[in-house]
């Protein structure tokens, strides 16, 4: 696989605005002309979740730079997708590559476990914990769908392996796995 055989739609940039610190507002201005408004713009950077530093990305083509410099580990998925994962070395990113938006239950301590909550996140009801800061990462994570004659980029983002988030369309051994999965794991909210 070569950086250039990865392709991405609009629909996944305006995904990605959840997923990066900052995007350039050259982006910005592209979404909202293919027809997303300010409203979901601003939802979607609002979002809970894993956001990669800008200095390490702020779009999908830096992003994949960024991974196919520091190399991958390339694997299927329970769905079929390809899944990239790899760790940027520390003297590198000191100070991470990203946020840290999702974390096991188990990794809570048990004095704060009583502060996890229930909360709406994309229409699917998850476990949320406030936390002062997000914890840093040197971990991303790359979900690419292979076509005819290219990979499709899907979703990217610092920390390490999730699963999709629960919906009723999906196959019942499939949503069986992302169910079972979200609820052994916690969206961190800065508070």
């Known amino acids: 696989m070569q950086i250039t055989d990865i392709t991405f739609r609009i629909s996944t940039t305006f995904h990605m605005i959840r997923h990066f610190e900052n ?3 050259g982006l910005i201005e592209e979404v909202l002309s293919k027809g997303y408004n300010q409203k979901q713009v601003k939802e979607s950077m609002q979002m809970v979740g ?3 530093f800008s200095s390490f ?3 999908i083509p830096s992003l994949l730079e960024q991974v196919f410099a520091y190399g991958f580990d390339a694997s299927i998925g329970v769905n079929g997708n390809i899944v990239l994962i790899g760790t940027v070395p520390k003297v590198a990113f000191p100070a991470g590559i990203g946020t840290l938006g999702v974390v096991p239950k ?3 301590p048990d004095s704060i476990q009583k502060d996890i909550y229930i909360s709406k996140t994309r ?4 476990l949320h914990l406030k936390v002062p800061s997000l914890p840093t990462t ?3 994570v790359i979900i690419l769908k292979k076509t005819n004659n290219h990979f499709l ?3 990217g983002f610092p920390g390490n392996m999730s699963m999709p988030l ?3 369309k999906m196959e019942p051994l499939l949503l069986e796995l992302c169910t079972t999965f979200w609820k052994e794991h916690v969206f961190l909210n800065e508070s």
Do not use: E, K, V
């Not at 229409?123 to 998850?126: A, C, G, P």
């Open 166 to 168: 629960p919906t009723p």
């Open 57 to 59: 990305a702020n779009d």
């Open 23 to 25: 995007m350039p507002g």
């Open 153 to 155: 980029f899907i979703t």
């Open 106 to 108: 188990a990794s809570i």
């Open 50 to 52: 894993s956001r990669f």
């Open 123 to 126: 229409y699917t009801s998850l």
């Open 138 to 140: 040197n971990n991303f």
